[in-house]
T-cell receptor, first 118, second 114 residues
């Protein structure tokens, strides 16, 4: 049972344009969401996060949007750069210890390979 | 330099031969965790630890053991490895102040079980 899903295995965009990566979740107890970026032969690195009390969080070129009613979040990268080419993972956690899950447990999606062409 | 160090980076071994993957962090983090990455499945959490002597199961704990006797170390033990445990493994650590303090990941250990 995949509780966090990234339905697009890959995304290709032109340098300077917007990249939009999507993530859906099924567990309504999730209340904190994170995005990680991963280059080949390296561990994931944290990009940006959002708690369920917000619907948007910005950090430079990266913005995460959360739609709780649709159980959907998205990561926008504007403008996209060739160095952004990597695998992007969304992740979710239930931090309030309810519903059989516990703080400390983190569920990731399958990942989306982003390629930004010069 | 703040880092999470995993050893070995690569290992090819045979079914049933016990192995341990070590993980060490130098940031005095309370929280540590193990993940495996498989094609089409993303990262899946195996075990995590909130502090010394406190461990809990993630989503895929079967076939694995962990221990947290010291704050800096969190070894992953495969008592009787099987081919379905062939995977890329990552260890991570973070302060226990919330997910707004991001996890630092090691560079991974690629295990092949023949």
């Amino acid at each position: 049972d995949q509780q966090v899903k990234q339905n697009s295995p890959s995304l290709s965009v032109q340098e300077g344009r917007i990249s939009i990566l999507n993530c859906d979740y099924t567990n309504s107890m999730f209340d904190y969401f994170l995005w990680y970026k991963k280059y080949p032969a390296e561990g994931p690195t944290f990009l940006i996060s959002i708690s369920s009390i917000k619907d948007k969080n910005e950090d430079g070129r990266f913005t995460v949007f959360l739609n709780k009613s649709a159980k959907h979040l998205s990561l926008h990268i504007v403008p996209s750069q060739p160095g952004d080419s990597a695998v992007y993972f969304c992740a979710a956690s239930a931090t309030n210890n309810a519903g059989g899950t516990s703080y400390g447990k983190l569920t990731f999606g399958q990942g989306t390979i982003l390629t930004v062409h010069p | 330099e703040a880092q999470v160090t995993q050893n070995p980076r690569y290992l090819i071994t045979v079914t049933g031969k016990k192995l341990t993957v070590t993980c060490s962090q130098n940031m005095n983090h309370e929280y540590m965790s193990w993940y495996r990455q498989d094609p089409g499945l993303g990262l899946r959490q195996i075990y995590y630890s909130m502090n010394v002597e406190v461990t809990d199961k993630g989503d895929v704990p079967e076939g694995y053991k962990v221990s947290r006797k010291e704050k800096r170390n969190f070894p992953l033990i495969l008592e009787s490895p099987s081919p379905n445990q062939t995977s890329l493994y990552f260890c991570a650590s973070s302060p226990l102040t919330g997910w707004d303090q991001p996890q630092h990941f090691g560079d991974g250990t690629r295990l092949s079980i023949l």
